[in-house]
């Protein structure tokens, strides 16, 4: 409940600017988890994080950033309205990339203090429920603050 009450409010808060937001930053999160588990499958060969994650790694840090870029850039040339300049706004997305990938981090550590692989049984294959949304719910909460500020 400590990370959807605050995801829940970053939603509505996010309704402000749009659903073109919304989606937008969907997409960024769907765009940089999926660069990130492809580069990392790969190319991967320096662990991240691997006392939390041992699947991760910085070749996966690295492509979830570049195609982050790739997209912010296509975001900022088709939108007419941004909450900051084009390059900001690439900048932005990519702070919102790390963030997401912290997210991802958390949720991977409070798994492991519980002593369980997967958050849920929901979704099979894919470790829960909550591993599809950690990135998200991170990255909501940051962009809501960002983008009412």
Do not use: C, N
Not at 65 to 93: E, I
Not at 122 to 141: E, F, I, K, N, T
């Amino acid at each position: 409940m400590f990370v959807l009450v605050p995801a829940f409010l970053a939603i509505v808060q996010l309704r402000a600017w749009g659903p073109g937001t919304l989606l937008g930053l969907l997409g960024l999160v769907w765009t940089s988890d999926t660069a990130a588990y492809f580069v990392g499958s790969r190319f991967g060969r320096h662990k991240f994080a691997p006392a939390i994650s041992p699947g991760k790694t910085w070749e996966g840090v690295a492509g979830a950033l570049l195609a982050s870029a790739v997209y912010a850039s296509v975001w900022a040339a088709s939108s007419a309205t941004l909450p900051a300049s084009g390059g900001a706004f690439v900048a932005l997305l990519l702070v919102l990339t790390v963030i997401g990938i912290m997210g991802d981090l958390v949720e991977s550590q409070l798994k492991r203090i519980a002593g369980v692989k997967d958050s849920g049984d929901l979704l099979p294959g894919h470790g829960g429920m909550l591993d599809r949304l950690d990135a998200l719910l991170a990255v909501l909460q940051f962009a809501a603050l960002v983008f009412l500020a």
